[in-house]
């Protein structure tokens, strides 16, 4: 099953910054994006991810013509099949990082998975509030708050961004094992090219069209 197909998308802000991309991803797929900074990788991973409209071409997630919707057909998709791992992390600041994932389990109704925290290495700091936590720390719970949600398809951007390498593996094996699993898909734009690699296919995003390396 198709999970997302986007076809002829294009997008400026002042410039041009892409145009006539297409892409498709089933499920069990992994796909990595990379890129130059400002190649407008971020903004492609919004479009994809029902966050910004693009000024041409088409959108679909799971069969559904995204920017066709209405408002409230939007946001069950959002809250129930995508789980988004983006630079600022959407935790909630006044909670603990348990709190965080109870309400994504309450949420979607899915139990919180032990596993993913001592994996994630975050039995230490899980009573925690949020904001006490550094940058990586808070990456982390946010990966493991996305991954209890269950999601069809995530969309994260460069995720292991600031993770020790370690830890940065694990997150990788994490993602892969779940996508074969759950039968779900992800979208990943990373730096790193041997992550880039282990994905399904990969794509670069230059002179402002995007080329399939693998
Ligand atoms: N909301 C916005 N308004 C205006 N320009 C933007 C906006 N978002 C991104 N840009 C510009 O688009 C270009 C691509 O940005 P981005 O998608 O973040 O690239 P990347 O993620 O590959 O580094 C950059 O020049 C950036 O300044
Ligand atoms: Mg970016």
């Known amino acids: 099953m198709k999970l997302l197909e986007a076809t002829a998308l294009s997008h400026q802000f002042e410039y041009p ?41 088409e959108v679909k997630l799971l069969e559904k013509s995204i920017y066709n919707l209405k408002e409230k057909a939007l946001v069950s998709l959002r809250r129930d099949d995508l ?13 603990s ?19 993913l925290i001592t994996r994630l290495g975050l039995e230490d700091v899980i009573e925690m ?21 269950k999601p069809r398809i995530i969309f994260a951007d460069e995720p292991t961004g600031n993770l020790d390498n370690k830890t940065s593996l694990e997150v990788m094996n994490i993602f892969e094992e779940y996508v074969l699993q759950e039968q779900a898909a992800l979208v990943l734009v990373t730096h790193n090219e ?17 080329v399939q390396t693998k």
């Open 17 to 57: 910054l892409f145009s006539d991309i297409d892409l498709e991803i089933s499920a069990g797929e992994t796909i990595a994006i990379i890129g130059e900074s400002g190649s407008g990788k971020s903004t492609l991973l919004h479009i994809l991810s029902t966050l910004l409209e693009p000024e041409a071409g």
């Open 83 to 95: 789980g988004l791992i983006f630079q600022s992390h959407y935790l909630f600041k006044g909670f």
């Open 129 to 149: 509030k949020v904001t006490k936590l550094s940058g990586g720390q808070q990456q982390r719970i946010s990966i493991a708050r996305v991954l209890t949600k």
């Open 97 to 115: 990082a348990y709190e965080n994932l109870e309400v994504a389990s309450l949420l979607a109704k899915e139990p919180i998975d032990p596993s």
């Open 194 to 210: 041997a992550f880039a690699q282990r994905c399904s296919k990969v794509y670069r995003l230059i002179n402002r069209v995007l």
